[in-house]
C-alpha cells in the first residue's frame, strides 16, 4: 500500500519526535514526560491505524481511544502549570464532564463504527480555550526568556493544531462521503498542522529548562 507522501512526512516527524523526547526523558520536567507518553500513544495509534487499513479492517474506532487518552494526557499537563486553584478546580470539572460525555456518546450518538467528530471537536475547543490562558500567563512571566520556555512551544504547538484541524474534525463523517483522491487532499491539510505541531513539541523537548 502505498503511503501519501504528506502522512509519510507526518510518521517520520511523530517517530522522530517520540524518539528525542525518548532520549531526553531523565532530564525532562513531569510535564514533557507526559507529552513523550502522548507522543508514543500517537506513535501506537497511527501505526495500528496503517495496520488495520493495509489489512481493510475497520479502524475509526482508534480515533475515538486516541482522543480520549489526549485530553486526559493535556489536562494532566496543563493542571501542573497552572497556579491559581480555580482555574486547576475547572479544568477538573471540564475533564470530568468530557469523560461522562465521552463514555456516553460510545452508546448513542457516536458509536465506535463512525468518526468521533462531535466529542474531538469539543476537545479541541476546551483546549483552545485553556491553551490560550496558559500562553497569556506564560507572557506575562517577565522574568521568563520566552523562547527557552517549553511551556511556551507545547501551548503555541497545541493551538495551532486545535484551532486548524477544528473545522476537519466538525465536518469529518461528511468528509468521508467524498472520492478517495478528494478525501487524501482533505487529509493533507490535517497532516501539515500535524507536522507543524510536531515541530513545536520537538523545540519543548530541546529547551534547556
Known amino acids: 500500500m502505498k503511503l501519501p507522501f504528506l502522512f509519510s512526512i507526518y510518521l517520520i516527524v511523530q517517530f522522530g519526535v517520540a524518539f528525542v523526547g525518548g532520549f531526553r526523558y531523565r532530564s525532562l520536567p513531569h510535564s514533557l514526560r507526559i507529552l513523550e507518553w502522548l507522543m508514543i500513544v500517537g506513535v501506537v495509534d497511527a501505526c495500528v491505524q496503517l ?4 489489512f481493510h479492517i475497520h479502524n475509526l474506532w482508534t480515533t475515538h481511544i486516541y482522543t480520549f487518552i489526549e485530553f486526559i494526557f493535556v489536562v494532566i499537563m496543563y493542571l ?3 497556579k491559581q486553584h480555580r ?3 475547572v479544568l477538573l470539572l471540564c475533564l470530568a464532564g468530557f469523560a461522562i460525555l465521552w ?3 460510545k452508546f448513542s450518538f457516536e458509536p465506535f463504527s463512525f468518526t468521533d467528530d462531535g466529542t474531538a471537536t469539543i476537545s479541541k475547543i476546551i483546549q ?3 491553551s490560550i490562558y496558559l ?3 506564560i507572557v506575562k512571566e517577565s522574568d521568563l526568556i520566552w523562547t527557552d520556555d ?4 507545547v501551548v503555541v504547538g497545541i493551538i495551532i493544531y486545535a484551532a486548524g484541524s477544528l473545522f476537519w474534525f466538525a465536518f469529518y463523517n461528511k468528509m468521508l462521503q467524498a472520492s478517495p483522491e478528494r478525501l487524501i487532499e482533505i487529509y493533507s491539510l490535517n497532516w501539515i498542522l500535524m507536522i507543524i505541531s510536531n515541530l ?3 523545540r519543548a523537548f530541546l529547551c534547556k529548562k
Open 51 to 54: 495496520f488495520l487499513a493495509s
Open 80 to 82: 501542573s502549570w497552572m
Open 87 to 89: 482555574s486547576r478546580l
Open 103 to 105: 463514555i456516553v456518546s
Open 128 to 130: 483552545i480555550i485553556f
Open 135 to 137: 500562553l497569556v500567563d
Open 150 to 153: 517549553p511551556r511556551l512551544w
Open 200 to 202: 513545536f513539541y520537538l
